[in-house]
């Protein structure tokens, strides 16, 4: 089975910087884009980053000049470097990934399990 497994978040103080990963495994063919969203209580699931295979990124505004989204293909990971982090930074950072399977013939989304990224004031 497909699995995305995330590591890193925790809390930090505003103007702190946090590392977050996430590893996919399992009968995968190849990947196409991986991306962080996030999520905060009451509010919708936001796109973060998103990183293609070939290294194209997108950002959203408000993060745009402080965080860095990155790959390792060989290794099937994505990074999300966070600086300059600020309060309304907090949320639940899910990692998403379109995969194409082995033995299936299209691509589909997997979810990490989320992690929490604290900022305080």
């Known amino acids: 089975q497909v699995q995305l497994v995330e590591s890193g978040g925790g809390l930090v103080q505003a103007g702190g910087s946090l590392g977050l990963s996430c590893a996919a495994s399992?009968?995968?063919?190849?990947?196409?884009?991986m991306g962080w969203y996030r999520q905060a209580p009451g509010k919708q699931r936001e796109l973060v980053a998103v990183?293609?295979?070939?290294?194209?990124?997108n950002y959203e505004d408000s993060v745009k000049d402080r965080f860095t989204i990155s790959r390792d293909n060989a290794k099937n990971t994505v990074y999300l470097h966070m600086n300059s982090l600020k309060p309304g930074d907090t949320a639940v950072y899910y990692c998403h990934a379109e995969i194409w399977n082995i033995g299936y013939s299209g691509w589909n989304a997997y979810w990490g399990q989320g992690t929490q990224v604290t900022v305080s004031s």
């Open positions: 399992g009968s995968i063919f190849g990947i196409r884009s």
């Open positions: 990183i293609l295979s070939a290294g194209a990124t």
